[in-house]
């Protein structure tokens, strides 16, 4: 996913520096000399990194032309990271602690570029950062493979009766003298609805597309490109139809006023009864106590999750009871090479906002 910003990174800097397969050059040259504040030779720039364990490839290239100030405490401290934000120029942001007005605040008015290590942004007040002009990055994309693979995972871990199964050795009620015992759902000649189908929805057909799935339908505010329709055998269709006909029904949304919720008791009531939930895109999109009676009561077949509310969700939470749901603890983008990528865009993102050249990834 890193090669679709070579061309253009290539287009901005002078040389370049191979970070994770990708060409950069920390000292951003376009641009007007004004913005460019001599970052090679005085280190001018003093940048926050939010998180310790912040990958080194976004590290180092920091550390090129900027001074460095890193927060140390996991979990995060407020009141350390409130104290190391004051005076600094640009801030990557490595955790989801909200990033509010009080964190602006902190830090000052000469603040004037900001990024996140993540996709998803629900925890940064947006209106805020945006009021105050200051430009916003974040590390979509490049995370849709390992999110997708892990959605894939789920899928079929739901479906197949993994967690069940599992429980069944731990039990020592290993019955395989019954022949209908553990019978899970087809993925083979499927509806697959899609909540959200931008690109990390669009990597998970592609995935699917190999286990012979009959259709995609998908329910956006926007209809996605003919050729993406034809590509996926996709159809967009509504809310309802996409409850009443999926198979399976794969959460791939922002979180917005607009999804808060949306997956209730009243949405489940029109699933089919063998439909299997997947949600891989953030927890208080499902309204979970409703998702707890309709996995209880079998009003759908599973669920597979890995995002949840809250998030740490309590070990003594109700859905952990249940046998035919799959939770994981917040996953999707945890590969090495991910992490390694998103930290490598959002110092870029943040070297540019300090140039005052426009992000890779902008949040707006």
């Not at 007040?125 to 009021?131: A, L, N, S």
């Not at 069940?164 to 731990?170: A, P, S």
């Not at 029904?249 to 439909?275: E, R």
């Not at 890995?306 to 917040?330: A, R």
Request: proline letters at 5%; glycine letters at 8%.
């Amino acid at each position: 996913m890193l090669n679709r910003f070579i061309g253009l990174s290539a287009a901005i800097v002078g040389r370049s520096s191979r970070v994770s397969g990708f060409p950069f050059s920390p000292l951003l040259k376009a641009g007007n000399q004004s913005q460019n504040r001599t970052m090679s030779a005085g280190k001018a720039f003093k940048v926050l990194v939010t998180h310790p364990e912040v990958p080194q490839e976004g590290i180092d290239l920091l550390k090129e032309n900027c001074e460095i100030i890193q927060v140390q405490s996991v979990p995060i401290n407020r009141a350390e990271l409130l104290e190391k934000i004051r005076g600094v120029d640009g801030v990557l942001w490595g955790g989801h602690e909200p990033l509010n007005a009080e964190a602006l605040d902190a830090a000052g008015p000469q603040l004037k570029s900001i990024s996140t290590m993540s996709a998803g942004i629900d925890y940064v007040d947006v209106p805020e950062v945006k009021r105050r002009k200051i430009p916003l990055g974040h590390t979509p994309t490049v995370l849709n493979t390992a999110v997708a693979d892990l959605a894939v995972g789920l899928l079929i871990a739901a479906s197949r009766r993994f967690h069940e199964g599992r429980k069944t050795i731990d039990n020592d009620k290993w019955e395989n003298y019954h022949l209908n015992w553990l019978l899970g759902q087809d993925i083979r000649d499927s509806t697959v609805g899609f909540y959200g189908f931008g690109g990390i929805g669009q990597a998970i057909a592609k995935r699917l597309s190999g286990f012979d799935i009959d259709k995609v339908l998908y329910t956006t505010r926007r209809r996605v490109h003919k050729e993406i329709e034809e590509e996926f055998n996709a159809k967009k269709v509504d809310f309802d139809t996409l409850l009443a006909e999926s198979d399976f029904v794969v959460i791939a949304s922002p979180l917005t006023k607009d999804t808060q919720g949306v997956f209730n008791a009243t949405a489940f009531n029109k699933m089919k009864q063998t439909a299997v939930l997947v949600n891989i895109a953030r927890g208080k999109i499902v309204n979970q106590d409703d998702l707890y009676e309709a996995l209880k009561s079998n009003r759908i077949f599973s669920a597979g999750l890995d995002v949840t509310d809250p998030e740490p969700l309590s070990p003594k939470d109700k859905l952990l009871t249940l046998d035919n749901v799959v939770i994981l603890p917040h996953i999707g983008s945890a590969t090495k090479r991910t992490r390694a990528d998103m930290s490598t865009i959002a110092a870029h993102n943040v070297l540019r906002g300090l140039a005052g050249e426009p992000m890779l990834s902008p949040a707006y």
